[in-house]
C-alpha cells in the first residue's frame, strides 16, 4: 500500500507548489500565508478585488518580489534558494526564473529591438542557447500567435494586442514549465482583447499550465480548472469554476462577482 501511495505522489506531483506566503511593504501586509498547489496541465484564474494582492503572488512565484515567509517550489525545486538552503545569486536565479513565463500587464517590450529580436532576447542570453536554432523556434512561436508577418517591425508600430501577443510569443520561446499572466487585456483597448485571449484559450487547449490574473470573468469561467479568489491578502475561494461563479460560498465572493456584473 505505501508503494501504491508513493507511487501516486509521484504521478501528481504539483509542477508548483505555493506553501505559506506572506509579504508585506512597510506597514501594508498584502499577501497572508498563501497557499496552493497546481499540476500539470491546470489553468488557475487569480480573481478578486484590486488592491488584494493578486499581482503581488504572480511576482513572489517568479521571485519578482522576495516573500517575507514561506516557499515556492517549482517542480520540487525551491525558487531563490540552492538544494543545500542558501540563496542563489543572479546567474542561477536567471536560469530558474527561465522556468516561468511572465506576461506583463504593460508588454515590458525592448522598444530598441524588433519582434523577432524581441522574443530571441532570452533564450540566446539566459538561457545561452544556438542562435540559428532559437530563430527558427522563434519564427515558429511567432506564427502561432498570428505575427509571423511582424517580425521585423518595432514595437512602437504594433498595436497594444499585436505588442501583448509578442509577449506571450517571448513567454513561449524560453519553453517554460508554467505561465504567468498579469491582467494582459487591461491596458488594451477593448476592441483589442479578442485576439489576446483567443491565443490565451489556444494555450489553454493545449494543455499549458498557466496562472492568469484577470478581470474578464466569462473568460475566466471558459478556460479555467479552478478559480482562486482573493480578498485582503488572504485566498477566500479555491474551486471549479461552475461552483464558484454559480454557488459562491462566501459573502465576499458574492459582492465582488455583483460588482464585476457577472451573468
Known amino acids: ?49 484590486s488592491g488584494c494582492g493578486k499581482s503581488t503572488l504572480l511576482r513572489c512565484i517568479n521571485w519578482l518580489e522576495i516573500p517575507d515567509a514561506g516557499h515556492i517550489r517549482l517542480n520540487s525545486e525551491r525558487m531563490g534558494y540552492a538544494v543545500n538552503g542558501t540563496k542563489v545569486g543572479d546567474a542561477q536565479l536567471s536560469k530558474m526564473r527561465s522556468k516561468i513565463g511572465m506576461v506583463f500587464q504593460h508588454f515590458a517590450l525592448w522598444p530598441h529591438m524588433t519582434v523577432l529580436e524581441n522574443v530571441m532576447a532570452s533564450p540566446l542570453h539566459v538561457q545561452k542557447r544556438n542562435r540559428k536554432e532559437v530563430e527558427q523556434e522563434a519564427r515558429a512561436v511567432l506564427k502561432r500567435v498570428g505575427l509571423e508577418d511582424k517580425i521585423n517591425m518595432l514595437p512602437s508600430r504594433l ?68 478559480i482562486i479568489f482573493m480578498d485582503s491578502g488572504h485566498i477566500i475561494e479555491n474551486r471549479s469554476p461552475e461552483e464558484f461563479f454559480d454557488n459562491p460560498q462566501t459573502d465576499k465572493a458574492k459582492t465582488f462577482l455583483h460588482s464585476v456584473q457577472y451573468k
Do not use: C, Y
Open 159 to 226: 498595436s497594444g494586442g499585436q505588442k501583448q501577443r509578442v509577449g506571450i510569443a517571448r513567454a513561449l520561446a524560453m519553453k517554460p514549465d508554467i505561465l504567468l499572466f498579469d491582467e494582459p487585456t487591461s491596458a488594451l483597448d477593448p476592441m483589442l482583447v479578442g485576439e489576446v485571449l483567443e491565443v490565451m484559450r489556444d494555450l489553454a487547449a493545449e494543455g499549458s499550465t498557466m496562472v492568469i490574473v484577470t478581470h474578464e470573468m466569462k473568460f475566466a469561467r471558459q478556460v479555467s480548472s479552478r
Open 1 to 49: 500500500m505505501n508503494a501504491s501511495v508513493q507511487h501516486e505522489s509521484k504521478t501528481h506531483q504539483a509542477v508548483l507548489r505555493v506553501q505559506g506566503i506572506s509579504k508585506s511593504f512597510g506597514d501594508n501586509h498584502v499577501l497572508k500565508d498563501i497557499s496552493f498547489d497546481m499540476q500539470k496541465g491546470e489553468v488557475v484564474s487569480l480573481l478578486g478585488p
